[in-house]
């Protein structure tokens, strides 16, 4: 009987041996590359070339310049109306202008600028592209480089400050040295000196009281930023 159960104990055992197979370590998987598809940007098609009344001439010149196909230019307006739900307003985008991608958009706005203002077009850059992407540069009909600023809707909402109160600053500004806009966004804007301010670090100091921003980014000093306001001949002013 000892024999019995001997045996019967022995079968268990090599059964549970034979059964427990040794587990199989986790095969790390790479991860799948990941894909991002950027949509091409839209191309100006014939009928917004015809909405937009630009001369063809005008078009096919910052096209060879940028070397690059021009792309509508939309501006968002505010339609005042009345709904049947109460609503007095809503947005609209409007044909504008054209844009282009370049990475040559200063030295384009340097060679174009004066030609295109006499014949009522304003070009800026209107994006920036940071020295990894290509900036992008836009024409529009327009009397003074404010209306860029306009257009743009460029305001720095944590300071309080609209458009109108940036324009008013800018238009003070014009007593110490003028300068024209050559680009601006939502909360930045460009601007290059016509005729230098005699006192760089006066100008300086009211550019930086007003954008406080400027001399937090790179740490910079009030006498760096007058240096390099000199050597470039121009200023930028943006709100984070």
Request: glycine residues 6%.
């Amino acid at each position: 009987m000892a024999y019995r159960y001997l045996f019967f104990f022995l079968i268990l055992f090599l059964f549970a041996l034979f059964s427990c197979k040794a587990e199989k370590p986790v095969e790390k998987k790479n991860p799948e590359p990941v894909v991002i598809m950027k949509p091409r940007p839209a191309m100006l098609s014939q009928e917004q070339r015809k909405e937009l009344r630009f001369p063809s001439e005008l078009i096919n010149q910052v096209e060879l310049g940028a070397g690059a196909k021009a792309e509508p230019f939309f501006t968002t307006v505010v339609m005042q109306t009345e709904n049947l739900k109460g609503e007095k307003g809503f947005e609209s985008r409007k044909l504008a202008g054209f844009s282009v991608r370049t990475t040559k958009a200063d030295e384009l706005i340097e060679s174009f600028r004066a030609k295109l203002r006499v014949k009522g077009y304003l070009i800026f850059k209107s994006h920036k592209g940071y020295g990894t992407l290509p900036d992008i540069l836009t024409i529009v009909k327009g009397n003074n480089s404010y209306d860029i600023l306009k257009i743009q809707g460029t305001e720095a909402a944590g300071y309080h400050l609209d458009t109108k109160a940036i324009i008013a600053w800018l238009k003070a500004r014009q007593q110490d040295g003028s300068f024209v806009i050559t680009g601006a966004g939502p909360d930045w804007f460009e601007a290059r000196f016509i005729k230098q301010p005699k006192n760089m670090l006066a100008f300086a100091k009211k550019a930086s009281a007003f954008a406080p921003d400027i001399l937090a980014r790179d740490t910079r000093t009030v006498e760096k930023l007058a240096e390099q306001m000199g050597r470039t001949h121009s200023f930028t002013l943006s709100w984070d």
